[in-house]
């Protein structure tokens, strides 16, 4: 197993491990590490990936130095290995929503985290993100995004979710590959509020979509978003016919 590191947006790196049984075309599973005075790492992986993602994290920055430790929610990929990270970086917090932390993190997070309210925002440095609680969008009660408001890139977590090996970065269109993980894994919730909350997103008009699964996107994030909400109102009224 070897972790890629690109650099997608200015001192924010994707490291990016393929796990080829995945689906025809294998499945990549993202983090996200924003490099600032106080380093956050979105996502942290399965912890069976722990020993590759760490060493993947310290070709960046001293695992040691990790002051956040972020997810879109809870889930074994998304913060599997949330206690090895927190025991490797000892001064390192988990920040999550507070719902999230009252149904979940509270007791399985060896260190108590850091509950967040919609919009709150956390000062790493020269960055920082805004957390926005994004509730079953894509899935999960607890479902929330991150926004680094100084380069314009959301933490997407799954939304856009694709497969295959493709670049770090690209100018391409997203939407019909996650129609097609769409298609094979139904992994979205299909609720009224879903395209709503999306077109949210869309208002933020982001320059960089940070996808935990497949090739982050460059360009207009606003537009690629506003596609998406569409795409799954028709999928909420096909299944209503």
């Given at each position: 197993?070897?972790?890629?590191?690109?650099?997608?947006?200015?001192?924010?790196?994707?490291?990016?491990?393929?796990?080829?049984?995945?689906?025809?075309?294998?499945?990549?599973?993202?983090?996200?590490?924003?490099?600032?005075?106080?380093?956050?790492?979105?996502?942290?992986?399965?912890?069976?990936?722990?020993?590759?993602?760490?060493?993947?994290?310290?070709?960046?920055?001293?695992?040691?130095?990790?002051?956040?430790?972020?997810?879109?929610?809870?889930?074994?990929?998304?913060?599997?290995?949330?206690?090895?990270?927190l025991a490797a970086a000892p001064h390192a917090r988990v920040a999550h929503?507070?719902?999230?932390?009252?149904?979940?993190?509270?007791?399985?997070?060896?260190?108590?985290?850091?509950?967040?309210?919609?919009?709150?925002?956390?000062?790493?440095?020269?960055?920082?993100?805004?957390?926005?609680?994004?509730?079953?969008?894509p899935h999960g009660w607890d479902a929330r995004v991150l926004y680094e408001?100084?380069?314009?890139?959301?933490?997407?977590?799954?939304?856009?979710?694709?497969?295959?090996?493709?670049?770090?970065?690209?100018?391409?269109?997203?939407?019909?590959?996650?129609?097609?993980?769409?298609?094979?894994?139904?992994?979205?919730?299909?609720?009224?509020?879903?395209?709503?909350?999306?077109?949210?997103?869309?208002?933020?008009?982001?320059?960089?979509?940070?996808?935990?699964?497949?090739?982050?996107?460059?360009?207009?994030?606003?537009?690629?978003?506003?596609?998406?909400?569409?795409?799954?109102?028709?999928?909420?009224?096909?299944?209503?016919?």
């Open positions: 197993m070897s972790t890629k590191i690109d650099e997608i947006a200015p001192r924010i790196y994707r490291l990016s491990t393929l796990v080829p049984e995945i689906g025809p075309t294998g499945f990549t599973f993202n983090q996200f590490l924003l490099d600032d005075d106080e380093p956050l790492l979105f996502h942290t992986g399965h912890r069976s990936m722990f020993p590759s993602v760490r060493d993947a994290i310290a070709q960046v920055v001293p695992v040691e130095r990790l002051r956040w430790i972020a997810f879109g929610h809870v889930e074994s990929d998304e913060c599997g290995a949330m206690n090895e990270l929503g507070a719902l999230g932390c009252m149904v979940s993190l509270d007791e399985m997070a060896d260190r108590p985290p850091r509950p967040l309210t919609n919009g709150e925002t956390i000062d790493l440095g020269t960055k920082r993100v805004r957390h926005i609680d994004t509730p079953h969008v408001e100084t380069t314009g890139t959301l933490l997407c977590g799954d939304l856009f979710t694709h497969l295959g090996d493709g670049p770090a970065l690209t100018e391409d269109d997203i939407l019909g590959p996650a129609g097609a993980a769409e298609d094979l894994f139904s992994f979205s919730c299909l609720s009224p509020s879903t395209p709503t909350t999306i077109d949210e997103l869309a208002a933020l008009a982001p320059r960089t979509l940070a996808l935990m699964h497949g090739s982050s996107f460059t360009g207009d994030g606003s537009a690629m978003l506003r596609g998406l909400a569409d795409s799954y109102r028709e999928r909420i009224t096909a299944a209503g016919a």
